[in-house]
């Protein structure tokens, strides 16, 4: 169907015109470029170009079968979608929790010397180990000994002059170390003399 502009509508049924009552829309004036209305020839817009007779030929259609790749998601199989944030499936930015770093306190303890002689350990001399259990050799034989209800086994401790001023163990105690009094070990009776006796300021570590 051909619409001419006019300032009515006609629309052709067989061989008679029926008058519409509707204005005409407004679109561009189509004439025909051909002889007839039956001619399949190019049609055009008055003004502009032509525009040649398309007829339908041929459908190209996808692959059917085997030969047909499925499309998957955005993500792939391999990759998923990324979850959507506020998801429980999203990742949560959490702080690192750094652990508190150890604190140290100071004690005013008497600090003497001994060895595992038999003047200095006694009875327990000659055995070789600690009241903890512990070889004197752990730690290089470098420990103390102290009351056990002030500072417990395996407490770390600095003596000013002992060690050269590295943290050691408490791993033994004995019968006149009572409260605030403290003995470091030497493996030589004489070291241990030269000593003597000291009022040190400890330091112990809080762990």
């Given amino acids: 169907m051909v619409i001419f502009p006019a300032t009515i509508a006609v629309a052709w049924l067989g061989c008679h015109a029926v008058e519409s009552s509707f204005p005409p829309?407004?679109?561009?004036?189509?004439?025909?470029?051909?002889?007839?209305?039956?001619?399949?020839?190019?049609?055009?817009?008055?003004?502009?170009?032509?525009?040649?007779?398309?007829?339908?030929?041929?459908?190209?259609?996808?692959?059917?079968?085997?030969?047909?790749?499925?499309?998957g998601p955005v993500g792939g199989?391999?990759?998923?979608?990324?979850a959507p944030p506020g998801s429980a499936a999203a990742p949560v930015d959490r702080p690192v929790e750094t652990p508190a770093a150890p604190s140290v306190r100071t004690i005013r303890l008497r600090v003497t010397a001994y060895c595992p002689c038999l003047k200095c350990c006694g009875r327990w001399s000659g055995k070789g180990l600690?009241?903890?259990?512990?070889?004197?050799?752990?730690?290089?034989?470098?420990?103390?000994?102290?009351?056990?209800?002030?500072?417990?086994?395996?407490?770390?401790?600095?003596?000013?002059?002992?060690?050269?001023?590295q943290w050691v163990p408490v791993l033994d105690r004995g019968g006149a170390i009572r409260g605030h009094r403290m003995e470091v070990f030497f493996h030589s009776h004489q070291v241990a003399r030269q000593w003597g006796v000291q009022w040190l300021t400890v330091e112990v570590l809080q762990e």
């Fill in 130 to 165: 600690t009241a903890s259990g512990a070889p004197i050799t752990s730690n290089g034989g470098l420990f103390v000994a102290a009351d056990t209800n002030l500072l417990p086994f395996k407490t770390r401790v600095r003596v000013p002059g002992y060690a050269n001023g």
């Fill in 25 to 71: 829309p407004q679109m561009p004036q189509v004439v025909p470029t051909g002889e007839t209305f039956a001619d399949a020839g190019p049609w055009s817009v008055a003004g502009g170009p032509t525009v040649p007779d398309v007829r339908l030929t041929s459908l190209a259609l996808p692959p059917q079968g085997d030969a047909a790749a499925p499309v």
């Fill in 77 to 82: 199989p391999d990759r998923p979608d990324p």
